[in-house]
């Protein structure tokens, strides 16, 4: 977690990891939400009608996990957080 100051003076932490540092091969949806820049919600659905958004998830014992790889080409970025 990373804590910096905002423009009111109070602290805010960011949730996950800045997605240059991630390792993991796939994120839950929370994760891959926050990187996307949508709601959970959002990449559910993409979920259940399959093909529909930019990223499709890998289900593993009922839960939803998004691939980085898939992440990182929506948004344009490389592997070691430079732009392609």
């Known amino acids: 977690m990373d804590i910096s100051i905002n423009n009111a003076g109070l602290q805010a932490v960011q ?14 949806t929370e994760q891959a939400a926050y ?22 998830a890998i289900r593993c014992n009922g839960r ?7 992440i ?3 948004l344009g970025v490389a592997q070691k957080g430079v732009y392609a």
């Open 72 to 74: 990182r080409a929506a």
């Open 35 to 56: 990187y996307l820049h949508r709601k959970p919600q959002t990449l559910r659905k993409w979920a259940v009608y399959d093909g529909t958004g930019p990223v499709r």
């Open 15 to 28: 949730p996950f990891l800045p997605l240059a540092l991630e390792t993991r091969p796939a994120v839950p």
């Open 64 to 70: 939803l996990l998004w691939p980085l790889d898939q």
